[in-house]
């Protein structure tokens, strides 16, 4: 088991370089309690993470679609820091919004949240007259065509 009061390579580093003491901070710990294996405090193990998590996003996005984290971001500002379809989604923390490509040509079309991109253009497989018939159905529903107006009745409280 590793010990559990072991100093953070970071807090050490840091405090080094101050010439303030070195402060004793809790180790970061699993879900089940025990100490990660690792020579890190909880707070840097969490900086530590995430530097690691937004490299390989933007890595990602270069191999991937061909942009920069700077473009990526040029993107999102462009469409005002939202979904470009729901424009509910913000794309800020764990859940970044999705690169959205033309899959015929390879074009990135814009940024998009993973329902939006996966259950709603996908569902539609991109095709232009899907959306025409979703218009069309809530502009004139069916169901009005063919017996008039109706309204749900109202449900009694139990």
């Known amino acids: ?8 390579i970071d807090c050490k580093k840091a405090a080094e370089e101050s010439g303030a003491a070195i402060p004793k901070r809790k180790p970061a710990l699993n879900a089940d309690g025990t100490p990660v294996p690792g020579n890190r405090c909880i707070t840097h193990e969490r900086a530590r ?26 993107i999102y500002a462009e469409q005002g820091g939202t979904c470009a379809i729901c ?12 690169v959205d490509h033309d899959h015929e040509t390879g074009m990135v079309r814009g940024l998009l949240c993973n ?8 569902h539609a497989r991109d095709d232009i007259s899907f959306f025409e018939r979703a218009i069309d159905y809530l502009t004139s529903p069916p169901a009005v065509r063919a017996i008039g107006r109706r309204v749900i009745p109202e449900q009694p409280e139990e």
């Open 1 to 8: 088991m590793p010990d559990v009061n072991r100093v953070c």
């Open 49 to 74: 993470k995430k530097r690691r998590r937004t490299s390989a996003r933007e890595r990602n996005w270069s191999r991937t679609y061909g942009i920069s984290a700077e473009e990526y971001w040029l």
């Open 87 to 98: 424009q509910r989604a913000k794309g800020i923390g764990k859940k970044p919004l999705c």
């Open 115 to 122: 329902p939006c991109n996966a259950d709603v253009l996908g």
